[in-house]
């Protein structure tokens, strides 16, 4: 997974960045619905913590340079070596400026897009925070887990992930899994006919917290796209929430762990039992079903 190298280029999913038209409204729902910590706002953008970083989600309206997901890089060795196998590859990526550093709460960045134009900010020191996380309300969170991403060139975008290092765990159909450390996946790629990030996940302490915030959300009227639901191939149980501007967030519980040999990816077939053994469907989100 590390093409050789001794230590991985990137570790970790480290924070999402989203627009949205009525930020108030969104804000909201993910802090007092969902059960993230609001923290500073800065230039405009409203940001929230789930774990020790100083913020996982931030809200935009509208922002100039639209939603990105940052992936934390090992170091700046890592960094310049991650921006030659992008342009090897044919993918532009560009330093970033010290304002934008400085809104992403980073020393350094790598600004890039895939093949379907996701921004993915390459970032090295991320700032953490000294303070215990401390949310409005007890949802059972205890760290920001990873993102679902469209897209609609998924055999370009897979090598984009490659060049960072990444690797597949396991396909359902043309779904990718994608792990960039010892857990089953991070990232997953779902074939779409737009751009964008599907979904954004946060672990809970057990099965309970997924139950408990199900009920949650039906006594709130607020809208569960998918779930309670158990992925066969990564054993994940998931409870998908949809709140304003279409933002899909995720419960996530007991993901499974890999050894770190090489195995193969398994092939599931695109089908609802491949991305749910609970019977849970998604008839109204194209890529969470198995329709696309």
Not at 61 to 86: C, F, M, N, T, Y
Not at 285 to 292: H, R, S
Request: with cysteine.
């Amino acid at each position: 997974m590390n093409n050789g190298r001794a230590i991985p280029l990137i570790s970790s999913v480290c924070y999402v960045r989203l627009a949205v038209s009525e930020p108030g409204a969104s804000a909201r729902f993910v802090s007092d619905i969902f059960g993230l910590q609001r923290v500073a706002d800065q230039d405009g953008e409203i940001a929230f913590r789930s774990d020790d970083r100083f913020r996982t989600v931030s809200l935009g309206h509208q922002a100039p340079d639209g939603a990105s997901v940052g992936i934390e890089v090992w170091d700046d060795d890592a960094l310049k070596e991650i921006g030659r196998r992008l342009s090897t590859a044919g993918f532009t990526a560009r330093e970033a400026t010290a304002g934008e550093c400085r809104r992403r709460y980073v020393q350094s960045a790598l600004l890039a897009e895939d093949a379907s134009g996701n921004r993915i900010d390459l970032v090295v020191r991320p700032t953490r925070s000294g303070r215990r996380y401390f949310p409005a309300r007890d949802a059972g969170i205890v760290a920001f887990h990873g993102v679902g991403l469209r897209t609609t060139d998924h055999v370009r975008d897979l090598a984009f992930w490659r060049a960072l290092g990444a690797e597949v765990s396991d396909w359902v159909g043309d779904i990718a899994y994608v792990r960039i450390d010892g857990l089953h996946h991070r990232v997953a790629l779902y074939p779409s006919k737009r751009n964008g990030i599907l979904y954004t996940a946060f672990e809970v302490e057990a099965l309970d917290h997924i139950m408990q915030n199900s009920y949650f959300m039906q006594e709130s009227q607020l809208r569960v796209v998918q779930g309670p639901g158990r992925e066969p191939a990564s054993r994940q149980m998931f409870l998908h929430v949809e709140g304003p501007d279409g933002l899909i967030f995720s419960y996530v519980n007991g993901m499974a762990t890999l050894d770190g040999k090489p195995r193969l990816a398994r092939q599931f077939p695109l089908a609802t039992t491949s991305l749910c053994d609970w019977g849970s469907e998604s008839k109204d989100v194209p890529e969470l079903g198995a329709a696309v």
